[in-house]
């Protein structure tokens, strides 16, 4: 690797009137910086980032610490966000990846802060709390997808309470009443938050959920995480009170369930309408007829944080809510009406 003194040797120069131009000093003739800068390109010589730092130059690193996100293709939509903010400003980004142990997390800090990054952001495949270390100094950080609580950074994450609200009203207005939830895992964030959303949703139709039908469609725990779920839509149709409309919990839950849904003989969205959640286009798009769904805002997550940590790391540190839309498709449509009479039937009958 060439060095500056190879520089100043084939460019005829002193090392010192090298290291003016590269400081960008003005007292170098055009002439000799000409020289100088031809001698650079034909040595294939660059800077470090170590000299730009003794110079006190920004770097233009900026960090972002992974949680098994490079891994997770939907979420991954998180790292494009931070990228495209990053090729806007002129910035490189450089990933960590911890794969959740808190450990490496911690080395890839201390590393990253030696780089001189100019800003650190922490991002998470799924919404949920986290702790940051406090060894991060002065140097700006954002949390995309996570939380901190109290927060000290400014953290952006989906609005799944907004979302859980969107799915209900998705299949609300298209006249559905018998509504079931296959929710995900118990105890995480948007488990719970979602729930919220869809009981404050049936609540302003005047609808009051089957709790019943409030099912936990995946599990922790489990090789595979549905290995349960074709259990659980079994109980949702063991009786002849069915539901005409079931929210999955994300799309990989929805893609499952209407294949079970096949099986027996049932068909979406004529017997029964689906809604997912995540718009994992790899499935969103590929089903036939397409899924509706409501979208997590993984590239919009990405972007906010990455310009806020950029842009406005003065500023003090909030919670940014980013909202989950609808995306409409061809997997709901209003109750049948055999379904509607027969389910009319049944509860004059009680």
């Known amino acids: 690797m060439a060095t500056i003194h190879d520089v100043a040797e084939r460019a005829g120069v002193s090392i010192k009137t090298v290291s003016r131009v590269l400081n960008g000093g003005t007292e170098v003739s055009e002439k000799t910086r000409t020289r100088i800068e031809q001698a650079m390109r034909s040595l294939e010589f660059t800077p470090s980032a170590a000299a730009r730092m003794l110079r006190g130059r920004p770097t233009g690193l900026v960090a972002v610490i992974a949680e098994k996100l490079t891994t997770t293709p939907d979420s991954s939509e998180i790292i494009k966000g931070i990228q495209l903010v990053c090729e806007q400003l002129g910035k490189v980004m450089l990933i960590g990846e911890t794969g959740g142990h808190a450990d490496v997390a911690n080395r890839l800090v201390a590393d990253m802060r030696e780089r001189r990054v100019e800003a650190i952001l922490f991002a998470t495949p799924f919404h949920r709390e986290v702790t940051v ?46 509504i079931a939830f296959l929710q995900l895992i118990p105890g995480m964030v948007a488990t719970g938050l979602r729930l919220r959303g869809f009981e404050r949703a049936m609540r302003e139709h005047g609808v009051t959920p089957n709790p ?139």
């Open 212 to 350: 019943d039908w409030l099912i936990h469609g995946a599990e922790a725990g489990d090789a595979d995480e549905f290995s349960h779920l074709a259990d659980a839509v079994d109980r949702l149709f063991a009786s002849d009170n069915r539901p005409t409309a079931i929210l999955c919990g994300n799309d990989k839950m929805a893609m499952r369930v209407i294949f079970i849904l096949q099986r027996r003989g049932l068909r979406v969205p004529a017997d029964v309408s689906i809604v997912g959640f995540d718009d994992f286009r790899l499935i969103s798009e590929a089903l036939d007829p397409g899924l509706t769904t409501v979208a997590l805002p993984y590239r919009e997550i990405g972007e906010l944080s990455g310009r806020h940590v950029l842009e406005q790391s003065s500023a003090p540190a909030t919670t940014i809510r980013v909202p989950c839309v609808p995306v409409m498709r061809g997997t709901v449509a209003a109750p049948s009406a055999s379904a509607v009479q027969a389910m009319q039937a049944m509860k004059a009958k009680r």
């Open 133 to 178: 270390e406090p060894l991060l100094g002065s140097t700006p950080t954002a949390l995309a997808n996570c939380f901190e609580a109290p927060s000290r950074y400014t953290q952006v994450v989906p609005d799944d309470e907004g979302g859980g609200y969107a799915a209900a009203q998705i299949v609300l207005q298209a006249d559905h009443r018998d």
